[in-house]
Nanobody, 123 residues
Framework: QVRLVESGGGLVQAGGSLRLSCAASGRTFSSYGMGWFRQAPGKEREFVAAIRWSGGRTYYQESVKGRFTISRDNAKTTVYLQMNSLKPEDTAVYYC????????????????WGQGTQVTVSS
């Protein structure tokens, strides 16, 4: 069992930055692939970014490439999502997730989820 707790969300103006954190506890964090997803009102949950257990390989949704960076610190059992040049369309609840499969870009590949943190970008 893995418990995930996100933090760092908030209200920011367009063009601004936020850094989300996801603290993990439970089973060996370093063996899991980690991902970030988001869900806007009235829309389905969508993939944002993922990182392999070793941190050596990452993958991003096309719309966030060059603006968002996923990273992890296995010693601190924490994964981060640095979000720069934020746009109003980035407004959503952001979820952290852990996968036993590895580098996964679909929600069904993740067995554990956090409760989410709200990110609101004003225009």
């Amino acid at each position: 069992q893995v418990r995930l707790v996100e933090s760092g969300g908030g209200l920011v103006q367009a063009g601004g930055s936020l850094r989300l954190s996801c603290a993990a506890s439970g089973r060996t964090f370093s063996s899991y692939g980690m991902g970030w997803f988001r869900q806007a009102p009235g829309k389905e949950r969508e993939f944002v970014a993922a990182i392999r257990w070793s941190g050596g390989r990452t993958y991003y949704q096309e719309s966030v490439k060059g603006r968002f960076t996923i990273s992890r610190d296995n010693a601190k059992t924490t994964v981060y999502l640095q979000m720069n040049s934020l746009k109003p369309e980035d407004t959503a609840v952001y979820y952290c997730a852990a996968s036993e499969v590895g580098l996964v870009m679909v929600a069904v590949g993740y067995a554990y989820w956090g409760q989410g943190t709200q990110v609101t970008v004003s225009s």
